[in-house]
């Protein structure tokens, strides 16, 4: 029923192990120290970092509609953070 764990995916495991963990307590201080509207704002960033770093990173190549697309996002963003200050 169970399968082993090879020792090759060990690292990689326990590497995600730790970074889900800090998210989640990184997660828990900001509620604790912020508005509840500011961490939800920035929690929905998530895919705008995502396909900013996508590139770098992963190498993935971007369209110029997803490039508008982010540029009205983050525009999005930036007008309820500067409208609720």
Do not use: H, W
């Not at 995916?9 to 509840?36: D, E, H, Q, W």
């Amino acid at each position: 029923m169970y399968d082993s764990v090879d020792a090759a995916s060990v690292p990689p495991l326990a590497t995600r192990v730790i970074t889900g963990n800090f998210a989640i307590f990184v997660n828990f201080m900001a509620v604790k120290y912020f508005s509840l509207t500011v961490v939800a704002m920035v929690i929905n960033c998530a895919p705008l970092v995502t396909m900013v770093l996508a590139a770098p990173i992963l190498g993935e190549k971007t369209t110029l509609s997803q490039v508008v697309s982010l540029l009205f996002a983050f525009g999005g963003v930036l007008l309820m953070i500067l409208g609720g200050a």
